[in-house]
């Protein structure tokens, strides 16, 4: 039997995968400290199955990390836990840099102590190492812009513009699009892909890096402020509010359903692919607005209205030059989210 450790396994895509992993037939340890903000209510994570065993660890402590590598000896890492605000990031980065690259080689060294090593390790990146990505000029010219800065954002300037150019995103792919975060937990998320991807390297483990878009569903924390969006739409849907749209409603973003996520990461573990390297999105962008007016049709919801504020490390443009056969459609993932908040129309 496949022994699996998970971190941040009770979180919204953690609980999903530990569950799919359990009906694989893995023996599965979660390693998950349950973060406040985003478990403010439960003190034991009920979403997990019986069989998992769950331990409460802090990935900052290292004592910790090593006690349950070393009581777990797992084949397979997940490595899903991580602070995850991004605006929240620029003003809390020692936060974001202890939990997210401290953590992670916290959980390296745990290897090196008990001199073990795991078969595989599957990080869950994020899109947000590329920043603003790669635009495109109408002669053909490629740039990455700078990050947008706060008299841009002021001064409603939302697209990037270099040298004059007019320019329009291009699609991320993980063997051409240049990294260039522009935030703090983009900068420690790209970290975890250096460090992942180094050590096992050296220790000869295979490595899987999954560079997620943005993912949305039902079961993500609505107590966060700083993540999912969508979720945030949906629940002020459900309360009968307008829902506010940042900047000029015109931000683009790849939503990728959780459970398509979940297949791939499931997929990551079985490792048929080797040392891979890859952009988890739907392969289809969308503007912000578009889907906050999709949510608030479907739960009967006023009209969103474009409120042009704006956040600073948000970028403009982001998604996946491909998704995957069989990904969940917007409007249908979309359907099933405001359905999880209970105020879907009947018709
Ligand atoms: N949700 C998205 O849209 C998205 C997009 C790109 C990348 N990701 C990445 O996917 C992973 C999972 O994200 P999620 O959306 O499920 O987030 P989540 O916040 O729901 O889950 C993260 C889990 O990690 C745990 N955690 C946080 N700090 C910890 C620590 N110090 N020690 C142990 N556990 C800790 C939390 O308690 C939580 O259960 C993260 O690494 C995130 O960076 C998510």
């Known amino acids: 039997m496949t022994t699996t450790l998970v971190t941040g396994g009770a979180g919204f895509i953690g609980s999903r995968v530990v569950r799919r992993l359990v009906e694989l037939g893995h023996h599965v340890v979660v390693a998950d400290y ?3 903000q985003v478990h403010p209510e439960t003190s034991a994570p009920t979403r997990l199955p019986p069989e998992v065993r769950f331990q409460a660890i802090d990935l900052t402590h290292a004592p910790s990390v090593d006690s349950i590598v070393r009581s777990t000896l797992p084949d397979v890492v997940v490595h899903l836990a991580a602070e995850t605000g991004t605006g929240q990031s620029l003003t809390e980065a020692s936060r974001h840099a202890k939990v997210n690259v401290l953590g992670t080689t916290h959980l390296l060294d745990a290897f090196t102590n008990r001199g073990h090593v795991p078969d595989r390790m599957v990080l ?17 010219t490629v740039v990455y812009p700078r990050q947008r800065r706060p008299e841009d954002f002021a001064a409603g300037r939302w697209d990037p513009v270099v040298d004059g150019l007019v320019l329009r995103p291009l699609p991320h792919r993980a063997s051409v699009t240049q990294p260039r975060p522009t935030n703090v937990y983009a900068v420690t998320k790209l970290a975890q892909e250096h460090l992942v991807t180094v050590w096992c390297d050296a220790h000869d483990v295979d490595t899987a890096v999954l560079r997620l878009q943005n993912v949305y569903g039902p079961g993500q924390t609505a107590t966060n402020p700083y993540t999912g969006v969508l979720t945030l739409f949906a629940v002020r849907a459900a309360r009968g509010q307008a829902i506010e749209v940042y900047e000029d409603g015109r931000i683009l973003r790849d939503f990728v359903f959780v459970d398509d996520v979940v297949d791939e990461i499931v997929r990551a573990v079985d ?3 080797r040392g891979m390297l890859r952009d988890i999105g739907s392969g289809r962008p969308s503007t912000i607005l578009e889907t906050a007016r999709i949510i608030a049709e479907l739960a009967g919801s006023p009209e969103p209205v474009v409120t042009g504020a704006y956040r600073l490390g948000d970028v403009r443009a982001a998604h996946a030059a491909e998704g995957g056969t069989g990904r969940t459609p ?18």
């Open 34 to 36: 349950l973060h406040p």
């Open 124 to 140: 869950a990146s994020s899109r947000a190492i590329y920043g603003e990505g790669a635009w495109i000029g109408e002669d053909g």
């Open 330 to 347: 917007l409007r249908e993932g979309l359907a099933r989210l405001v359905a999880s908040m209970g105020t879907a129309r009947s018709s």
């Open 271 to 273: 490792g048929t692919e």
